[in-house]
C-alpha cells in the first residue's frame, strides 16, 4: 500500500528553491494555504476540531477571497486547500471560487463532507480540482448518521454523489484524484474494510485511515483513551483490498506520532504555511483559529502582501519562535514531518557528505 502522493509524509522536498532561501533566511511566501470560505456545516461530526467555533455561518465574500487568490498567485502560493472550520460547498459561490483560483494559476482541491458535491458541482468543478477529498466515517447509514451527527439518508447521498463524481471524472479524462478519508474512532473502527469494498467497486482512487488528532480548543474528547496500537489490526485486514486503480493509506506513522515525542522543540514549517478563516483573518494555522492575539491581518481590509511582510506577522512569529511550546499543538498535525525536515536540515548530523 505505497503511498505514492506522501499523505503520510511531506512534499517539501519538492520545493527546493524556496526552503534554501528560508534556510538562508530570506524571507519567503507560503507555498500552501487552507482556507475556510464558510464557517458553517451540516454535520455536527463527533470528533468536529472546530466545535468552539460555534458553527456560526460566515460567508467570506468573494470578492475578497478573488482579490487574495490574485495577490497570493502573484507572490508565490503554489495551492490551495477550500475546508477550514466549516463545510465549503455550502458557500453559494464555491464553484467560481474554485473556477476563478486555478484561472489564476493556482492548485486547488476540496475537502467536503460531499452531501452538496452533487451532479451540477461535480460537472462544474472536477475539470479545475487537482484533488477532491470527502469524508466518508463509516460504512452504514446507522453507524454515518451516529459519527456525522445527521439524517442516516445523507449516508446513501453521499455515496451517490462519489458515483456521480467518479462517472464525470472519466468520462471526461479530467485530472482530478477523488479520495475518501475515514478517521478512525471506537465507534467505526469494524467499518473500515467493508467501506474500502464500497469505495473500490465505485471507482474512488483512494481511501485515507487517519487517526483522531485532539484540536487543544474543541469541546469534544473523542480521542481521549484511544491506543491506536490497539488498531494495527486494521491495517493488515486492508492490505489486499488495495489494488492498481486503488489504494488503502493507512496512517500509521500518523498514530504512532500520537504517542511519540516530538523531534522538534520549534514549529518551524509556518513560512510554508497559511490558514485563511471565513472572516478573512490570516493565522499561522487553524490552531490559532479565534484567538485575536494571533491574527495576521485580514484579507478584507488589507493585501495579503501587505500582512505577510507586515510589522504585526513579524512579531507574532517572533513569539512564536522564542515562546510558543510545541507541545500545546495538535499531535501529528499537518506540519509535523515538514518540521522533521527543517530540523534536520538545520542540525546535520555527522557524514552528511557521505551520500
Known amino acids: 500500500m505505497q503511498d505514492d502522493k506522501r499523505?503520510?509524509?511531506?512534499?517539501?522536498?519538492?520545493?527546493?528553491?524556496?526552503?534554501?532561501d528560508w534556510l538562508h533566511g530570506k524571507k519567503i511566501f507560503p507555498v500552501y494555504a487552507e482556507a475556510g470560505v464558510f464557517s458553517g456545516c451540516n454535520h455536527r461530526?463527533?470528533?468536529c476540531a472546530f466545535d468552539y467555533a460555534g458553527y456560526k455561518p460566515v460567508a467570506l465574500d468573494k470578492k475578497h477571497i478573488r482579490r487574495?487568490?490574485?495577490e497570493a498567485a502573484a507572490n508565490g502560493l503554489k495551492s490551495i486547500l477550500y475546508a477550514g472550520e466549516g463545510e465549503p460547498m455550502l458557500h453559494k459561490d464555491i464553484v467560481e471560487i474554485i473556477t476563478f483560483t486555478k484561472l489564476a494559476g493556482i492548485d486547488v482541491a476540496v475537502t467536503t463532507n460531499g452531501v452538496f458535491f452533487n451532479r451540477e458541482a461535480a460537472r462544474e468543478t472536477l475539470k479545475h480540482l487537482s484533488w477532491l477529498r470527502i469524508s466518508l466515517d463509516a460504512a452504514c447509514r446507522n453507524t454515518y448518521s451516529a459519527v456525522h451527527g445527521t439524517q442516516k439518508e445523507d449516508f446513501e447521498k453521499v455515496l451517490n454523489n462519489l458515483k456521480v463524481a467518479v462517472e464525470?471524472?472519466?468520462r471526461n479524462r479530467y485530472d482530478c484524484t477523488i479520495g475518501v478519508q475515514f478517521l478512525l474512532i471506537e465507534g467505526n473502527c469494524e467499518e473500515a474494510a467493508p467501506l474500502a469494498g464500497i469505495l473500490r467497486e465505485i471507482g474512488v482512487d483512494y481511501l485515507i485511515i487517519k487517526p483522531y488528532s485532539q484540536h487543544?480548543?474543541?469541546?469534544n474528547r473523542e480521542g481521549d483513551g484511544i491506543d491506536?496500537?490497539?488498531?494495527?489490526?486494521v491495517k493488515k485486514e486492508l492490505e489486499n483490498l488495495s489494488d492498481k486503480k486503488f489504494?488503502?493509506?493507512?496512517r500509521r506513522r500518523a498514530m504512532e506520532k500520537i504517542t511519540d515525542e516530538r523531534p522538534y522543540s520549534r514549529c518551524l514549517g509556518l513560512p510554508f504555511f497559511t490558514y485563511i478563516s471565513a472572516e478573512g483573518d490570516v493565522y499561522p494555522c487553524s490552531l490559532f483559529l479565534g484567538k485575536k492575539e494571533?491574527?495576521?491581518g485580514n484579507i478584507t481590509k488589507d493585501r495579503f502582501k501587505d500582512i505577510w511582510l507586515g510589522a504585526t506577522r513579524e512579531k507574532i512569529m517572533e513569539m512564536i519562535r522564542t515562546q510558543w511550546d510545541v507541545n500545546k499543538c495538535r499531535k501529528s498535525c499537518r506540519l509535523d514531518e515538514i518540521n522533521s525536515y527543517l530540523r534536520e536540515l538545520q542540525n546535520p548530523g555527522p557524514h552528511v557528505n557521505f551520500i
Not at 487543544?216 to 469541546?219: G, Q
Not at 489504494?247 to 493507512?250: C, D
Open 7 to 20: 499523505i503520510d509524509s511531506h512534499k517539501l522536498i519538492y520545493h527546493i528553491s524556496r526552503v534554501n
Open 45 to 47: 461530526c463527533v470528533f
Open 228 to 233: 491506536y496500537r490497539d488498531f494495527f489490526h
Open 68 to 70: 487574495f487568490i490574485d
Open 216 to 219: 487543544p480548543l474543541s469541546m
Open 168 to 170: 464525470i471524472r472519466n
Open 247 to 250: 489504494k488503502v493509506i493507512f
Open 294 to 296: 494571533f491574527v495576521f
